[in-house]
């Protein structure tokens, strides 16, 4: 079946560019999607599609995909952004996501 | 608005056959291009996609979980149900149902606030 990898924690300073990478066998030939998950509450979409940003989603959020790559870019990254965040994908027909990365903002 | 919640047993013994129902509303189960999903979360751990449903009554299951899963929707009543044999302890988790917007390509853009389910005896 396919797999989606994501490192376990990313850890970044405020103010920073955080990158979070999600990796899985010619991912760039799927559409990927991110989701913000804070403590308690339900996951929230920051990304789909690869790139783009539902309405209300601050412009620090970005997302690229190519390869066997998809990152999440998070430009200036603020407090409230320390979070998990989980990629997704599709696979003939079926939902992928990934194990997750812990965002620390330290 | 469009809001989605669950409801169900939040005890379940080992063996027996959990039901859950997802109700829907701010949308219509018909809508094209629409479905909605059973994702679940053990608690500390990484979400799990089980299932989803479509409009066109078009269903998909999670491979390792498919055996024991049933998908089901009511479209007069806005219900999704989702039904799994043979429960475990290791499938202690918040089990949550979340819309689909853009069928097989498309992404999660609402989801209920979850019901946690416990598997004990």
């Known amino acids: 079946s396919y797999e989606l990898t994501q490192p376990p924690s990313v850890s970044v300073s405020p103010g920073q560019t955080a990158s979070i990478t999600c990796s899985g066998d010619?991912?760039?030939?799927?559409?990927v999607s991110w989701y913000q998950q804070k403590p308690g509450q339900s996951p929230l979409v920051v990304i789909y599609?690869?790139?783009k940003r539902p309405s209300g989603i601050p412009e620090r959020f970005s997302g690229s995909n190519s390869g066997n790559t998809a990152t999440l870019t998070i430009s200036g990254t603020q407090a409230m952004d320390e979070a998990d965040y989980y990629c997704q994908a599709w696979d003939t027909g079926t939902v992928v996501f990934g194990g997750g990365a812990k965002l620390t903002v330290l | 608005q469009v809001t989605l919640k669950e409801s169900g047993p939040v005890l379940v013994k080992p063996t027996e056959t959990l039901t859950l129902t997802c109700t829907v509303s701010?949308?219509?189960?018909?809508?094209?291009?629409?479905?909605v999903s059973w994702i679940r979360q053990p608690p500390g751990k990484a979400l799990e996609w089980l299932a989803h449903?479509?409009?066109?009554?078009?269903?998909s299951y999670s491979t390792s979980l498919k055996s024991r899963l049933t998908i089901s929707k009511d479209t007069s009543k806005s219900h999704v149900v989702l039904s799994m044999t043979n429960m475990d302890p290791v499938d202690t988790a918040t089990y949550s149902c979340?819309?689909?917007?853009?069928?097989?390509?498309?992404?999660?853009?609402?989801w209920g606030q979850g019901t946690l389910v416990t598997v004990s005896s």
């Open positions: 449903i479509f409009s066109n009554d078009e269903k």
């Open positions: 701010g949308f219509s189960l018909s809508n094209a291009r629409m479905g």
């Open positions: 979340a819309r689909i917007h853009g069928y097989t390509n498309g992404y999660f853009d609402y």
């Open positions: 010619k991912l760039g030939d799927k559409f």
């Open positions: 599609q690869d790139r």
